[in-house]
């Protein structure tokens, strides 16, 4: 049955708080299918490969997938295509290149090719940096509408990480839990104990 | 719903099928009129076209809107924050549907085009209005006395809330009169724990209560209890808010005297000086660019505030050379929208271990306090706060340190509890806030648009800053920590609560519209949306909207049965 359907015949017949919402967990997975990745807009393969394991150190696969697995190097690669301005990408693009720079000259060799606790290293640099220059950029979300990426490379990189995981179907479905239609308001309510990673 | 086009002669027709457009045809085809109404916008299918359940993995953007689809043609609606990359397609093109300003002087002007027009996005916060508003422009000598009081309206408001359902809290204050409300929505931790702390610091001065909305929280007149998936304004497929397009459009088919005609953008009325009617309605199909004339025996304006004064100013004929049932010249003056964007938030502590289940589509509210039973020296009139707690998301992480299994771990937990409390203002009538058609510009359909004069003036100003001091003291009171001030300079018309331009009072010389909403000048003429209003009140004003559309359709039929229209 269609979801649509299924609601309103639902709301037709009041049933609606009785009924649980697993019921819709089946249309809503089909809703999420088929957003099958394209191919880069922006990034070169080189470019591609540290964004890959970047995000992947921001967000790594735990007790639910990371940021890899979620693809977030596709979305990063629309924003930057379709979304960002000239300069926000140049930002982003030579922020890359300046991440590959500082591997090659602590380690010898690329980032993407680094090892995992050197990349730690490299993203606690910038980590450390973003947050000595923490007031340079606007520390407040933005209304939507002047939400921009003219930000340090580190800040548009954890903005775009954590947007393009979080918002995945892995974010929302595994790490977040969302769920959609809840059927009911409680107040006040005891938290679900927390999922251990 | 049926679109079907026949020439013929209506009873009536109106013009817009929004809020008010979609009352007025529920009323007068209940009561036994053949009705027309024209749109402007699109047909709108619930099934094709809402989506409050599309999650955000399949938006492109992710939520982030198509930013430069959205810059070039909706630089005015995008700044709305319900026009988001689910909702865009209900907020109107800005380059077809273009108005002027003073660019030192901007106006946003957020408009719907379609079947339900604004009345699918509205945030559906439904409040009374008190004498306490209507009696303040007589007090104090501003603006026209109104022409009706809250006896006059009151039945009505009982009347559009047992059919609308609304979701409140009694409270007994004579400021914001109760209604006949269906149960409560709950508060939830922190919202409980600043509600008590307020009480004990305020007493009854300063009351929180659950916000007061068109939302249903049980089974209402067929409607089924929300769901609680929370973004009313992508639409509701269970109909559980209350918008012409669930709950009145519907009704209004059933009774098979509606004619719904999409794609019709109205140009101006038809006046016939013989008989000091107006006979019809100039109408240009918004598919084809053709012109064509209805004709009906009454005709209801309920085309949103600024839309229906624009049809009367483009109706000007010799005799009202400013524009049609002008002869007060009060036409298009004293614009007004309520003063948005000041207000504070802060950290409640503790209830780390307790959530929220469910997205409530409702906040909280606090009624006016200033100049209720106190005197305040520095400004007239008051606010109201609208607000909530909530827990805040993984979305805090942008803006912290961190990285890794830790920093993870720590974004899937809700962050502390943040109340913010934002006010909402009554802006003064002033003729000097007014609109006139800007004789160069046309909109992609040949209308003349309108220029659009507006600004806020010191008194609205002043409330502003007093909201923001007043919100931090409630919290303080609270004890919240990380207390933050702002003030967001919302240009007026973003609050989308633009009202006045063709007001009612006893007077014909001083006002456009009777007790009644019909137009002094033309007796078969009448406009029921918020071009009406001769003060703004700080509260809410869609049920007073709905409120006097039933009663003008009322008085409308009763006087049509009499043989007086």
Known sequence: MERREALRLMGAASVFSVLSSDLFAATLQAQIAGNKAGSLGTLSAGQNEIVVAMSDVMIPATGTPGAKAAKVNEFIDLILTEWATEEERKVFLEGLAETDRRTNALFGHGFADASAKEQAAIVQGF????????????????RPWELTLLLPFFAQMRRLTLVGYYTSPIGQEQELKVDIIPGALHGCVPAEPEVKP | MRTVKKPATYDAIIIGSGMTGGWAAKELTEKGLKVLVLEAGRPIEPDRDYVEHVPIAELKFRGMNNRRETLKDQPIQRTCYACDEWASKFFVNDTENPYTTDPAKPFAWIRGRQVGGKSIMWARQSYRWSDLDFEANARE???????????????WYNYVEDFAGITGQAEGLPQLPDGHFLPPMEMNCAEIAVKEAIARQF??????????????????NGRAACHYCGPCHRGCITQSYFSSLNATLPVAEKTGRLTLRPYSVVHS????????RVTG??????????????????????ASALESTRILLNSATPEFSTGL????????????DHIM???????????????QFGNRPNGIYVPRFRNVSSREKNFLRGYGFQGQAERESWQRGIHESGFGASFKSRLRTPGPWKMTFSGFGECLPNPANFVEIDKARVDAWGVPVLKIHCEWRDNEKTLLRDMMIQAAEMLAAAGAENIHLFNHNSPPGLTIHEMGTARMGADPKTSVLNKHNQAHDVKNLFL???????????????????????RACDYAVSEMKKGEL
């Open chain 2, 203 to 220: 007493g009854r001065e300063r009351v929180m209560t659950i916000g007061r909305a068109a939302v249903l929280t049980q089974t209402h």
């Open chain 2, 528 to 550: 029921t949306d918020g071009a009406c209003m001769a003060s703004s009140s700080c509260v809410n004003p869609s049920l007073t909207y709905m409120a006097l559309t039933a």
């Open chain 2, 141 to 155: 000598g501003i603006g026209a006395d109104w022409p009706i009081r809250y006896a006059d309206i009151e039945p």
């Open chain 2, 341 to 355: 964007g000041g207000g504070a938030d802060g950290i409640i502590p503790g209830y780390l271990d307790r959530v």
């Open chain 2, 269 to 276: 009325l038809i006046f016939d000086s013989q008989t000091r």
């Open chain 2, 325 to 336: 049932a002008n002869s007060s010249g009060e036409l298009g003056r004293n614009l007004m």
């Open chain 2, 281 to 302: 309605v100039k109408v240009i199909d918004g598919q084809t660019h053709k012109a064509m004339e209805f004709q009906g025996r009454l005709i209801f304006l309920c």
């Open chain 1, 127 to 142: 980590d450390e940096e973003l947050t000595v220059s923490h007031s340079e950029y606007s520390p407040k979300e933005p």
